[in-house]
């Protein structure tokens, strides 16, 4: 079970983006469809996304896009041609959404997109022991899922990130939201664990069913 640390805005680490970092109200495009002139955009809002990107990838984007200015503010560089070939911008990062523990247990948590997902049933029928699926969720030993628990400051139910619908955010746009949008961050050790985890799921193989 991992659980999320709370980084403040005088903080070093809250200044640039960081794998662990979670966002609320982030916007997926689905889609862009223009006919007869009119443009419709169709999009998810995903109350909460974690940042998987690797960190250092993050850093070494992070130190060709700001630089100090000499009140030691943080100011955007214009990006020159220079710059992009210093190959360290990255163009987009890697989000997967957290959603609410309880609603991923149930299967509910896609319903309002009109989806019925497999819940994953707590417990036995008979008494309140926990089901063997329920106690691979929680001990992170099911491959597609990561569950999160948060300070009580935090007001955040415990949380699943789906490493199957992991998708990519727009730098610039990231850094654009990101004061508003910013909500903690998972600590070291235990974003590696996640970041492992979700390289583990990506590069898994399928077999055939030889049934």
Do not use: W
């Not at 690797?54 to 130190?63: G, H, R, V, Y």
């Not at 200015?69 to 890697?94: P, R």
């Not at 019925?116 to 309140?128: D, L």
């Amino acid at each position: 079970m991992t659980k999320a640390v709370i980084i403040g805005a005088n903080d070093e680490p809250f200044y640039r983006v960081s794998q662990g970092d979670i966002y609320k109200d982030v916007e997926y495009i689905e889609s862009v469809k223009e006919q007869d002139g009119d443009i419709e955009i169709s999009k998810i809002i995903f109350p909460y996304v974690i940042v998987l990107t690797q960190d250092c990838d993050l850093a070494q984007d992070f130190s060709d896009r700001f630089a100090q200015n000499t009140s030691d503010e943080l100011i955007q560089c214009n990006i020159s041609d220079e710059l992009i070939q210093g190959n360290s911008l990255i163009m987009s990062v890697l989000v997967a959404p957290l959603y609410n523990a309880e609603q991923v247990c149930s299967g509910e948590h896609l319903s309002e997109l009109k989806r019925n997902m497999n819940p994953i049933v707590k417990y036995k029928k008979k008494g309140k022991e926990e089901t063997t699926d329920y106690k691979r969720l929680l001990q992170n030993e099911t491959p597609r899922y990561h569950y999160v628990t948060f300070r009580n400051e935090l007001n955040m139910s415990s949380s699943v990130i789906d490493f199957k619908h992991y998708f990519s955010l727009n730098t610039d746009h990231l850094y654009s939201i990101k004061e508003q949008n910013f909500v903690c961050k998972i600590s070291e050790l235990y974003r590696e664990h996640i970041s492992q985890r979700f390289a583990y799921f990506l590069s898994r193989i399928g077999l055939p069913d030889n049934k």
